[in-house]
């Protein structure tokens, strides 16, 4: 599936707010890997990530004043956001790790590809530790910016900063960032 044009993407907008299914339809393939992703990191499982997500789209239904809204993604990733933050606050999110425990009696009988799969790990957690770390202003830009890949403008919408706000938190966020990993490494 080709990811539509902005002016396709404003058309098909209008007519999903108007009422047709098919255009909805259209607003959600178009979008919801990213807002999953954003859920993801912002809930931290895949239950209420999913629940943040379609929360975010049936209240864009529901709103036919965003046909001028700037960002539709931007306002979006802002809902899952809010509705993540709403479902953490009320402490129903559990902490989850992944991966099993190494025993070490079997260290010694474990292939070069799970040492690689371990130290990519293990490197990941540093990353995600790092990042974790990092205060909530820096942390939402860098993660919607660098991990998300969203766009200046529309890290700016979702989060209602200034771009020259959102240059100087990622600026800081990623000295920080370095920084943190070059000691941890």
């Known amino acids: 599936m080709t990811t539509p044009s902005a002016v396709e993407r404003q058309q098909i907008l209008v007519s999903a707010l108007a009422g047709d299914d098919d255009a909805l339809g259209v607003l959600v393939r178009t979008y919801h890997a990213q807002l999953l992703r954003v859920g ?36 979006l990733v802002t809902v899952v956001r809010r509705a993540c933050l709403r479902l953490l606050r009320r402490g129903s999110l559990a902490t989850r790790y992944f991966g099993e425990a190494v025993d070490a009696d079997s260290a010694e009988e ?17 990353v995600r530790g790092a990042i974790a770390k990092l205060p909530e202003a820096q942390r939402a830009v ?25 240059k100087s938190r990622l600026h800081r966020a990623r000295a920080e960032l370095r920084e943190r990993l070059q000691l941890a490494l």
């Not at 474990?110 to 540093?126: G, N, V």
């Open 110 to 126: 474990t292939r070069p590809l799970e040492d690689e799969l371990l130290e990519r790990y293990r490197i990941s957690e540093l």
């Open 142 to 166: 860098l993660i919607l910016r660098d991990i998300e890949g969203l766009s200046g403008p529309e890290v700016c919408a979702s989060l209602a900063i200034s771009e020259a706000s959102m």
């Open 40 to 75: 993801l990191r912002a809930c931290r499982n895949q239950f209420d990530a999913d629940d943040a997500v379609q929360e975010a789209f049936i209240r864009l239904a529901r709103r036919p004043e965003l046909t001028h809204h700037t960002s539709v993604l931007g306002w």
